[in-house]
């Protein structure tokens, strides 16, 4: 895109050149922005700064000192002794707007900075990154969970529109519930998906992926158009002696699954019956296939 006629282009830096922060970055340059600088520790972030934001790794106070837009990309844990150590070291940061892309935290980790006059973002993006060449893409239309001071919501809107996404508002006080929801959705997903293949291939199927796409595919298709009356399978059905069976077999073979299958279809269960799927005696049956109560 031709971004030469567009004022108010920002310099920006990058505190923490991971999968994240070079992806973010590329996409701010992309838009027409300058990224100047960027800090990080290993040969991966070495390589992304060099790939991505074409500039090569310099320390965190040159970082501060000659972006206007910084970055800030780390850990979750390490974002708050970041935080306060930039402050602490007496930097000038008034005026610059300071953005974190974490998802649990909103802008009270921010405060140490926004005492000395920087300008508090947190701009979530809810997609994956795995360091893998197809992330930069992954952007495009990408949702971002967006807190900030009410004079800074244009402007924190502007940026997740240039980065390709579409801003969503999320109250601060609601950022560890909103993350937990995303992330419990996207991360559990994988590890639960990841177990289904190994005991797959533990029986013997050589493609169990190739099995499970499109199951999947349709799975997921029915709860992002229906929701929980998309919901198939033996729990909603009240198939209690199949899902008994279902639990005996993986406490025989995956103890650990099984713990997290019988977690899974109490809450299942829970949520059918709360939603007129499932018939109250139906879910007796299953309370007792499950060994526990449905109810909380």
Known sequence: ??????????????LGAGRV???????LA???????????????????????????????DEVMRRAELILLTVPDDVLP?????????????????????????GLGVLQPATDVGA???????VMTFTGRGDDFGR?????FGVTAPDQLRPVAEALVIEMGGEPVWINDRDRPLYHAAVAGAANHMVTLIAESQDLLSRIGVEHPGRMLGPLLGAALDNVLRLGITGLTGPVVRGDAETVRKHVDALILAAPEAADAYIALARLT???????????????????????GNIWT
């Not at 027409?32 to 972030?45: E, F, N, P, W």
């Not at 300008?119 to 993006?125: C, G, I, Q, V």
């Open 119 to 125: 300008l508090p973002l947190a701009l979530h993006p």
């Open 30 to 60: 992309q838009a027409g922005h300058r990224v100047v600088a960027a800090s990080g520790v290993s040969d991966a972030s070495r390589r992304r700064a060099d790939d991505l934001l074409g500039v090569e790794l310099s320390r965190p």
């Open 21 to 27: 922060g070079s992806v973010l970055g590329a996409a």
């Open 1 to 14: 895109m031709d971004t030469s006629d567009r004022p108010a282009r920002l310099s920006v830096g990058v």
């Open 269 to 291: 269960a829970d949520r059918a019956l709360a939603a007129g799927l499932l018939k109250p005696e139906a879910a007796e049956r299953l309370l007792d296939a499950l060994g």
């Open 81 to 105: 002794g970041l935080v306060s150590g930039l402050a602490a070291t007496g930097a000038d940061l008034r005026g610059k707007l300071l953005m974190h892309a974490s998802g649990a935290y």
């Open 139 to 143: 952007l495009n239309g990408c949702t």
